[in-house]
């Protein structure tokens, strides 16, 4: 056999190159009395089945739908009763997903059930905050219960598989789907991705109220070139598998039922045609047993990679291991004819249609195809006050004080407020991108927000102050994908000059500035990520009437913020918070709630600092802080600091940390290893804090990072109080993919660190023994 670099890869790994069919076998080998009798039912179906029907399986397609039910062309209809479509997306209602399941039920020739998905990315009717924002809430139940909402609305809604979580490590925010992930960091993002497929999944997928999770994009889409999206991507195997494959694995570890392959390539080879990837890494390696789907045209899209004409991207795919084939319908149009050319086998097909079909019996379709279409229930369910409810919650907990000089917030609930800029009123961006089947119109504006939280106490003056943008090309652009941004006509100068008017005569001002929902998700990449002019010109002409400036954002990313941060007497970021956004924001701007979220992203000073992230090699030649020390790792024209670091967040209470204390300064190879730390309100405020305890190896095999997120506790203390956490560290906090591919602790020096953000921490030492 030749050596190739995946067979040198998996001989390091200690795996093998199984022989056609092999592998396949023993990834669906029965296990348990239920998996035998899923095993004989599809076995038994699959040898009714035609090549035509067993490819017809792997066609995932799209219909829309209106409010009187599918929209269903000609071919759809066709194909679904010849029998040639696995599962349909972008249909939902009772009614709408009826429809076609009856069509396939009692027209097609086996009544096989389709699948019915969605991008169900942060809520489905009742919206919560961007992933983003999920993640900075550091609350793994918050996480999970808005999974869990999502999965009752979404499957009383006739779906039964979402396309969630992404879980994409992004160290770029010009990349615009750095918000619907979990930030930076491969530990906190592996707690969300697991919180998400159990809120999704619950205990058993063949319950009505649960749902398919699909893990995306499989893998290393966050890591695109420049920030642009779809672009190469391109790192060792060190990396990747230490910094980007682990929140993947972690869903894969608990359970997720599929996983979506990635538009861009992975070491120059497209991830829709890597079988390193979606075959010996998936399941050879990490033992999935689902199926994997495309995203969207994704093996069409191989053509303009180079790898090939429709036949031959096809046959790739398949080898590959891709199971399902989103929208492009290229394995249903090439399949047949590469099983005859020879360039797949009947294996592979037979083995992607039992994946596909063993995922319908797992949701229980094949019990009862309509389980999920039931009226009355969508009625009873959808936003109902619990949902509401929740949504506000989180939403709250997911908003990060960055800045708050003099105690300016909370607001009092007297005086004058001068409300302004372009956000302040604006429902549709309170639900943000991939807001799936959410209803803007529903949601709460920040003015609504303010007028039903101040009372009758406060009044609000209110002024737009600016557009979004001066960029016609960008309006008309986010306009053509759902934007619904009005232009003022009005000059800059006459709407600055009518909210510095209202401002004048107002207590204190409270800006909504920052970006358009359409600003950020999918093909919303930003070269510039500071908020645009107008805006920016707006927050200068406020800062000089002298009076408190309190500056909420609404975005997508992490921004530039440096002026901003020197002017602004306090800046509360809220993400695109959800149908409740308004009344949330207003909760902790009035001091209903105390904010305690942290970031999961790091905030640069400037954009040419990108990539920045907080767990980054030293370097040999570290720059220590001197300003004329020339030949260091610096920039000549800015610090390496971050303006915001990861972790980072304040509260209008204040926290302080003890030394943190160890119950050894000697790890041994089956030891635990305390670390104690008493976290002490010391403000004049009950408030949550989010410690956080990180880990240095001051010599590897490797050069390490300078820190790494090994452990946090969300605690609530009242004002006054302290207590003593406890962090419990063993070996395998401590290990690390080496040069081999091997997961090992090495011997040696350890730090550790313990404070409310990777900055500011008290530190202590240890030593892992042979």
């Known amino acids: 056999m030749k050596r190739t670099f995946r067979t040198a890869l998996l001989l390091a790994l200690g795996l093998h190159l199984a022989a056609p069919g092999q592998a396949q076998t023993t990834a669906t080998t029965a296990t348990t009395a239920a998996d035998q009798k899923m095993t004989q039912f599809i076995n038994a179906l699959m040898k009714k089945m035609t090549l035509e029907e067993k490819i017809g399986q792997l066609n995932l397609i799209t219909v829309g739908f209106d409010v009187t039910g599918p929209v269903v062309s000609k071919d759809v209809d066709v194909n679904i009763r010849k029998g040639n479509v696995g599962g349909v997306f972008n249909t939902f209602t009772p009614i709408a997903v009826r429809k076609l399941q009856e069509m396939a039920m009692k027209e097609s020739r086996l009544h096989i059930p389709l699948m019915f998905g969605y991008d169900v990315i942060h809520g489905h009717r009742t919206i919560f905050p961007i992933p983003l924002g999920l993640s900075t809430s550091w609350d793994m139940g918050a996480v999970e219960r808005s999974a869990r909402i999502a999965a009752e609305e979404a499957s009383a809604d006739g779906l039964n598989w979402v396309f969630s979580p992404m879980v994409d490590i992004a160290r770029d925010p010009r990349w615009g789907r750095i918000a619907e992930g979990a930030g930076e960091d491969p530990y906190l993002g592996s707690q969300v991705a697991r919180a998400m497929v159990r809120g999704y999944q619950g205990q058993d997928l063949s319950k009505s109220n649960t749902v398919m999770a699909c893990v995306k994009h499989f893998a290393l889409y966050g890591a695109a070139e420049a920030g642009r999206d779809y672009?190469?991507?391109?790192?060792?195997?060190?990396?990747?598998?230490?910094?980007?494959?682990p929140p993947y694995k972690a869903a894969v570890d608990a359970g997720a039922g599929s996983v979506m392959s990635s538009f861009n390539d992975v070491n120059g080879i497209p991830a829709t045609a890597n079988k390193w990837l979606q075959t010996d890494l998936l399941r050879n390696q990490w033992g999935f047993k689902g199926f994997v789907a495309t995203d969207y045209t994704a093996i069409n899209e191989m053509t303009a990679h180079g790898m090939g004409n429709d036949a031959q991207v096809s046959a790739l795919a398949l080898n590959a291991g891709i199971d399902q084939d989103m929208v492009g319908e290229i394995f249903l149009k090439n399949l047949a004819q590469n099983l005859k050319d020879g360039t797949v086998k009947q294996e592979q097909i037979d083995l992607a249609c039992r994946r596909i079909l063993e995922a319908k019996w797992k949701l229980g379709l094949f019990q009862d195809p309509y389980r999920y279409t039931n009226e009355k229930r969508a009625k009873a369910t959808q936003m109902k006050k619990e949902f509401i409810d929740a949504s506000r919650d989180i939403a709250r907990r997911s908003m990060v004080l960055l800045k708050n000089d003099k105690n300016i917030l909370p607001l009092k609930k007297t005086g004058t407020i001068a409300l302004v800029g372009p956000l302040a009123n604006r429902q549709r961006e309170m639900i943000g991108n991939w807001s799936g089947a959410g209803d803007w119109k529903q949601a709460v504006s920040l003015e609504q927000?303010?007028?039903?939280?101040?009372?009758?106490?406060v009044k609000i003056v209110t002024a737009q102050g600016a557009n979004f943008t001066d960029d016609q090309q960008m309006i008309d652009r986010l306009n053509a994908h759902g934007g619904e941004l009005n232009v003022d006509k009005?000059?800059?100068?006459v709407m600055i000059q009518e909210a510095v008017q209202a401002a004048q005569g107002a207590d204190v001002i409270v800006a909504a500035v920052g970006e358009s929902q359409g600003m950020t998700g999918e093909a919303a990449s930003r070269a510039d990520i500071g908020i645009p002019a107008p805006q920016l010109e707006l927050l200068k002409a406020l800062k000089k009437t002298g009076k408190p400036l309190v500056i909420v954002l609404m975005n997508g990313r992490p921004l530039t913020l440096t002026w901003e941060d020197q002017n602004a007497d306090?800046?509360?970021?809220?993400?695109?918070?959800?149908?409740?956004?308004?009344?949330?924001?207003?909760?902790?701007?009035?001091?209903?709630?105390?904010?305690?979220?942290?970031?999961?992203?790091?905030?640069?000073?400037?954009?040419?600092?990108?990539?920045?992230y907080?767990?980054?090699?030293?370097?040999?030649?570290?720059?220590?802080?001197?300003?004329?020390?020339?030949?260091?790792?610096?920039?000549?024209?800015?610090?390496?600091?971050?303006?915001?670091?990861?972790g980072y967040g304040l509260s209008y209470t204040t926290f302080t940390y003890s030394k943190p204390e160890l119950s050894t300064t000697s790890l041994s190879p089956n030891g635990t290893l305390d670390v104690k730390v008493t976290v002490q309100n010391t403000g004049n405020y009950d408030g949550e804090e989010v410690a956080q305890l990180y880990l240095r190896d001051m010599v590897g095999s490797l050069s390490r990072p300078v820190?790494?997120?090994?452990?946090?506790?969300k605690v609530m203390l009242k004002k006054g109080e302290s207590r003593t956490l406890t962090f419990h560290l063993t070996p395998e906090d401590l290990k690390f993919y080496n040069n081999d591919l091997k997961w090992v602790a090495e011997p040696g020096d350890f730090q550790v660190f313990v404070g409310g953000n990777s900055r500011d921490v008290q530190t202590a030492a240890f030593k892992l023994t042979e």
């Open 449 to 457: 927000g303010l007028r039903n939280v101040a009372g009758n106490g």
């Open 490 to 493: 009005r000059s800059a100068e």
């Open 231 to 245: 672009n190469t991507t391109d790192m060792s195997l060190q990396r990747m598998y230490n910094e980007y494959l």
């Open 614 to 646: 907080y767990n980054h090699k030293n370097t040999g030649r570290p720059y220590a802080g001197d300003k004329l020390d020339k030949y260091k790792s610096r920039y000549m024209d800015v610090s390496n600091d971050p303006l915001y670091p990861f």
């Open 707 to 713: 820190k790494e997120l090994k452990g946090f506790q």
């Open 570 to 612: 306090a800046i509360l970021e809220t993400w695109f918070s959800g149908t409740q956004g308004g009344n949330a924001i207003a909760d902790v701007l009035f001091g209903s709630y105390n904010p305690a979220g942290k970031l999961t992203t790091t905030f640069p000073q400037v954009v040419g600092q990108i990539p920045l």
